[in-house]
């Protein structure tokens, strides 16, 4: 079974990647994340994974005319990736 996240990003660069990491072994397959207006860098990392097959990235600059080259699920959740828990360990 295909589980597609969409989801829109900004400035979320130093959560990115453990973000996906944890939505991959929560059993996600594919993703279509779009940004808007990063300052931090997000768009790159996401240009980059986009290019090397990890996840399909979209700028939030497309004409309403344009479309994403569309993926097959069975089911569709958007995740925003502010709600991702990171966990701290406490020393006692």
């Not at 207006?37 to 309403?64: A, F």
């Not at 089911?75 to 360990?89: A, R």
Request: proline share 2%; net charge negative; with cysteine.
């Amino acid at each position: 079974m295909r589980i597609l996240c969409v989801s829109t990003l900004k400035n979320e660069g130093p959560f990115l990647i453990e973000w996906l990491a944890h939505l991959m072994g929560a059993g996600v397959t594919d993703f279509l994340l779009y940004s808007n207006d990063c300052k931090d860098g997000t768009d790159v990392m996401l240009d980059v994974l986009d290019r090397v097959g990890v996840i399909e990235h979209i700028p939030q600059t497309l004409n309403k005319d344009q479309a994403h080259s569309g993926l097959r699920c069975v089911m569709l959740g958007n995740i925003q990736s502010e709600n991702h828990v990171i966990g701290q360990s406490s020393v006692m």
